[in-house]
């Protein structure tokens, strides 16, 4: 038997935020029968993340705007070894957009993410202005890329950007024809660690 119940929050703020990642539980009960009845009940609970999809060509002024500061980023990247080029364009809440393309190394590891790029240059640069939009793009060779999200490594840093400015943002992720768009970046990273797990 199943039944449905509204989830408790659990103990982080990240999972009782609305409009980040909506939590639910469910009860599952099973009966086995075998000689004797046995019964046992789990608890399932469910993380669900908001996002909506747009065309590229109902863009408006700002979304046009980033997407061509990003396209422009990536014609920068340096990518030798993957020849796979990433755009990220940052919104600061001063309107200012700085972006960032992902440059690579021999020791593959030495390199760095476009969305990483952008997002330590906004804070070397603008240490005190929240970020209200990241939006990526990505070439393979020359083509545009079907879709284009964030790693896990970048998905940390992006969670960190919007704990440390305590302002959620938007990660608009652009493919050919349309974008995904995640209204809170908070949703890219359920179950995150951050700096409310360490000692004070
Ligand atoms: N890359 C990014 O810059 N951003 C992403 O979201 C995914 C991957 C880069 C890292 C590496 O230079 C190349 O793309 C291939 O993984």
């Not at 999972?15 to 000689?35: E, W």
Request: aromatic residues 8%; glycine residues 6%.
């Amino acid at each position: 038997m199943l039944s449905d119940r509204s989830g408790a929050p659990l103990k982080k703020d990240v999972f009782s935020t609305p409009n980040a990642i909506k939590l639910s539980n469910s009860n599952i009960r099973a009966t086995i029968t075998f000689g004797y009845k046995f019964w046992f009940s789990i608890t399932m609970h469910t993380l669900s993340i908001p996002y909506e999809r747009i065309q590229r060509k109902d863009f408006d002024a700002t979304l046009l705007r980033l997407e061509e500061a990003a396209v422009e980023a990536a014609r920068n990247a340096y990518a030798p070894y993957s020849r796979f080029r990433v755009g990220a364009a940052l919104l600061l809440s001063n309107g200012v957009v700085v972006v960032g393309s992902n440059q690579e190394n021999a020791a593959y590891p030495s390199g760095l993410c476009a969305e990483r790029t952008a997002l330590f240059a906004a804070g070397a640069q603008y240490p005190n202005e929240a970020v209200e939009i990241l939006l990526l793009v990505a070439f393979s060779e020359e083509d545009r890329v079907e879709s284009i999200t964030p790693c896990g490594a970048c998905r940390q840093v992006l969670m960190e950007t919007s704990s440390r400015h305590q302002k959620p943002f938007k990660v608009i992720m652009v493919g050919k024809e349309q974008a995904l768009v995640l209204h809170d970046n908070r949703g890219l990273l359920p179950f995150a660690f951050d700096g409310s797990d360490l000692p004070e």
